[in-house]
C-alpha cells in the first residue's frame, strides 16, 4: 500500500481509537494482505462503526491505519501504514492517483473502472465511468460516512465534470454493514443514462445503452471489455453466446460472424441487448431460456455452432459451493464442446474468485476429454486493465476468460 498523503503522519499523541491484534492478524498484515477478520482481533474498546484507527500488534507495537467495521467479519481494512488524520483528503488524493493510473490504459473506450477498492487502496469503494455518468458503489461503514462521501464526489466533479454521478446501492450490503437503508439515487448533476463506445479501436466502436439505475452489478460488465475485443479476433461462422446479459459478446462478434444468436434467462436483460442491437445496426437472435436446459436440447439435437461463448454469473459465492459450481462449470462446457465443429472457438469465463485459474483449466480439460475433443489454448485472459490485480490480494483476481480452438 502507498504511502498516505504529507498530511498523514504519526503524532506524538494520537486521538485515534486504538484495534489490538492477534499474532495471527498482525501476521497476515505483515504478509501484504490489507484485511483482518473479526476472529484476529484482540481488543475494539468502545470503537465506534466506520472509525479510522490505529491498529496494535499483540505487544502494542503500531502497524498503520485501518477502516473498522463494527458488523462485517472482515473488521479491519488497512489504508495506510502510517497514521491518518485526515482521511477525506486521503481518500480525494487516491481517487486522483486512481485516475492517473488509467489514463495510459482507457484510451480505446469512454466505459471503465475508475476505483476498484483494495486495488486502488480505497477498500470500500467502486467508481465505474459511463461516458459522462459516473457510477459508485459504497461497501462499508467508513466509506460511508458524510465527510467522506462528500470528498468522493467533489473529487469526482473536480477531476471529470461528468453530466451526473449515481450512488448504485446494493441492500444486501448495506444490511451486512448495518448502514441505513437507501435507494440507487442521482447524486449529482441531472443524468442518470447515456450511449458508450467500448473498443473504439476495431473497426466498428461497439455502442451500448446505459442506465446507471437499471441492471446487474454497476451497470455493465466493464471487466470483460478487453475480452470482448479479443473474442472478436478468434470467432467466425455460426456463433452462440450463452448469458449474453445486454449482448457484450455478441455484439461483439456480430461483425465476424455469419449468424449470432444470445441466450439469457431474463427478459429485461434481453430487451436491453435488442435495444443494442438496433443501436449498431446488427442482426442477432435473442432467446430466452435456462441455459442449462437449452444447451442439453441443442446438443441432443446435434446443433452446431463455429463459436460458443459462456459467461455465467459466479456460481461459488463461497467456499462451500466450490464443488456444486465446479460441476455446473464441467456440464456447461462439455454441452458446448459437443456442439462445436473442428476448428471451432470456445470462450470461456468464470468470474467466481473461488474457482482458481487452476481449478477452472482442470474443470474445462475435463470437460473437453469427455466430449472427445482436444483443445488449444489461444489465450488465458483476466479482468480488463483498469480492474487491477493487487499481488498480496488474491481476492482482486477472480475473473477466468479461456479462448481455445477445437482442434478435432
Given at each position: 500500500?502507498?504511502?498516505?498523503?504529507?498530511?498523514?503522519?504519526?503524532?506524538?499523541?494520537?486521538?485515534?481509537?486504538?484495534?489490538?491484534?492477534?499474532?495471527r492478524?498482525?501476521?497476515?498484515?505483515?504478509?501484504?494482505?490489507?484485511?483482518?477478520?473479526?476472529?484476529?482481533?484482540?481488543?475494539?474498546?468502545?470503537?465506534?462503526?466506520?472509525?479510522?484507527?490505529?491498529?496494535?500488534?499483540p505487544?502494542?507495537?503500531?502497524?498503520?491505519?485501518?477502516?473498522?467495521?463494527?458488523?462485517?467479519?472482515?473488521?479491519?481494512?488497512?489504508?495506510?501504514?502510517?497514521?491518518?488524520?485526515?482521511?477525506?483528503?486521503l481518500?480525494?488524493?487516491?481517487?486522483r492517483?486512481?485516475?492517473?493510473?488509467?489514463?495510459?490504459?482507457?484510451?480505446?473506450t469512454?466505459?471503465c473502472?475508475?476505483?476498484?477498492?483494495?486495488?486502488?487502496?480505497?477498500?470500500?469503494?467502486?467508481v465505474?465511468?459511463?461516458?459522462?455518468?459516473?457510477?459508485?458503489?459504497?461497501l462499508?461503514?467508513?466509506?460511508?460516512?458524510?465527510?467522506?462521501?462528500?470528498a468522493?464526489?467533489?473529487?469526482?466533479?473536480?477531476?471529470l465534470?461528468?453530466?451526473?454521478?449515481?450512488?448504485?446501492?446494493?441492500?444486501?450490503?448495506?444490511?451486512?454493514?448495518?448502514?441505513?437503508?437507501?435507494?440507487?439515487?442521482?447524486?449529482w448533476?441531472?443524468?442518470?443514462?447515456?450511449?458508450?463506445?467500448?473498443?473504439?479501436?476495431l473497426?466498428?466502436?461497439?455502442?451500448?445503452?446505459?442506465?446507471?439505475?437499471?441492471?446487474?452489478?454497476?451497470?455493465?460488465?466493464l471487466?470483460?471489455?478487453?475480452?470482448?475485443?479479443?473474442?472478436?479476433?478468434?470467432?467466425?461462422?455460426?456463433a452462440?453466446?450463452?448469458f449474453?446479459?445486454?449482448?457484450g459478446?455478441?455484439?461483439?462478434?456480430?461483425?465476424?460472424c455469419?449468424?449470432?444468436t444470445?441466450?439469457d434467462?431474463?427478459?429485461?436483460?434481453?430487451?436491453?441487448?435488442?435495444?443494442?442491437?438496433?443501436?449498431?445496426?446488427?442482426?442477432?437472435?435473442?432467446?430466452e431460456?435456462?441455459?442449462?436446459?437449452?444447451?442439453?436440447?441443442?446438443a441432443?439435437?446435434?446443433?452446431?455452432?463455429?463459436?460458443?461463448?459462456?459467461?455465467?454469473?459466479?456460481?461459488a459465492?463461497?467456499?462451500?459451493?466450490?464443488?456444486?459450481?465446479?460441476?455446473?462449470?464441467?456440464?456447461?462446457?462439455?454441452?458446448?464442446?459437443?456442439?462445436?465443429?473442428?476448428?471451432g472457438?470456445?470462450?470461456?469465463?468464470?468470474?467466481?474468485f473461488?474457482?482458481?485459474?487452476a481449478?477452472?483449466?482442470?474443470?474445462v480439460?475435463?470437460?473437453?476429454?469427455?466430449?472427445?475433443?482436444?483443445?488449444r489454448?489461444?489465450?488465458?485472459?483476466?479482468?480488463?486493465?483498469?480492474?487491477?490485480?493487487?499481488?498480496?490480494?488474491?481476492?482482486?483476481?477472480?475473473?477466468k476468460?479461456?479462448?481455445?480452438?477445437?482442434?478435432?
Amino acid at each position: 500500500m502507498p504511502k498516505s498523503s504529507p498530511t498523514s503522519k504519526t503524532p506524538e499523541k494520537s486521538t485515534l481509537p486504538a484495534v489490538t491484534l492477534s499474532s495471527r492478524g498482525a501476521a497476515r498484515l505483515k504478509s501484504g494482505h490489507p484485511w483482518v477478520y473479526r476472529s484476529d482481533i484482540s481488543a475494539a474498546d468502545g470503537v465506534p462503526p466506520g472509525a479510522t484507527v490505529r491498529v496494535l500488534d499483540p505487544r502494542g507495537k503500531f502497524l498503520g491505519t485501518a477502516l473498522y467495521s463494527s458488523s462485517s467479519q472482515i473488521a479491519i481494512r488497512m489504508i495506510a501504514r502510517e497514521e491518518v488524520t485526515d482521511l477525506p483528503q486521503l481518500i480525494s488524493d487516491r481517487i486522483r492517483a486512481a485516475l492517473a493510473y488509467r489514463k495510459p490504459l482507457v484510451a480505446h473506450t469512454d466505459a471503465c473502472r475508475l476505483v476498484f477498492s483494495e486495488a486502488d487502496f480505497l477498500a470500500g469503494l467502486i467508481v465505474d465511468r459511463y461516458n459522462d455518468v459516473l457510477s459508485l458503489q459504497i461497501l462499508t461503514q467508513a466509506m460511508d460516512a458524510e465527510p467522506v462521501r462528500g470528498a468522493i464526489i467533489e473529487t469526482l466533479i473536480a477531476e471529470l465534470h461528468p453530466a451526473g454521478i449515481l450512488d448504485r446501492v446494493d441492500p444486501r450490503i448495506r444490511d451486512l454493514e448495518q448502514l441505513p437503508p437507501r435507494d440507487s439515487a442521482l447524486l449529482w448533476g441531472n443524468k442518470s443514462s447515456t450511449v458508450i463506445t467500448m473498443n473504439t479501436h476495431l473497426e466498428s466502436g461497439v455502442r451500448f445503452h446505459y442506465d446507471a439505475l437499471e441492471g446487474q452489478k454497476t451497470g455493465a460488465f466493464l471487466d470483460q471489455r478487453e475480452n470482448y475485443a479479443a473474442a472478436a479476433r478468434y470467432a467466425h461462422g455460426d456463433a452462440l453466446d450463452v448469458f449474453c446479459y445486454h449482448g457484450g459478446f455478441a455484439l461483439h462478434l456480430a461483425p465476424r460472424c455469419s449468424a449470432v444468436t444470445g441466450v439469457d434467462s431474463s427478459r429485461p436483460a434481453l430487451e436491453v441487448a435488442d435495444k443494442n442491437t438496433a443501436l449498431n445496426q446488427r442482426e442477432i437472435e435473442w432467446i430466452e431460456a435456462n441455459a442449462f436446459d437449452l444447451l442439453r436440447d441443442y446438443a441432443a439435437a446435434g446443433k452446431k455452432y463455429d463459436t460458443v461463448v459462456l459467461d455465467p454469473p459466479a456460481f461459488a459465492k463461497t467456499r462451500r459451493d466450490l464443488h456444486k459450481a465446479l460441476s455446473g462449470y464441467k456440464e456447461l462446457n462439455l454441452r458446448a464442446l459437443k456442439m462445436l465443429r473442428p476448428g471451432g472457438i470456445l470462450i470461456t469465463c468464470s468470474c467466481s474468485f473461488h474457482v482458481s485459474a487452476a481449478d477452472f483449466l482442470q474443470t474445462v480439460a475435463s470437460a473437453a476429454l469427455d466430449a472427445h475433443k482436444s483443445l488449444r489454448i489461444l489465450e488465458s485472459r483476466g479482468a480488463a486493465q483498469d480492474h487491477p490485480i493487487l499481488l498480496n490480494v488474491p481476492e482482486t483476481s477472480y475473473l477466468k476468460c479461456l479462448m481455445s480452438h477445437v482442434s478435432h
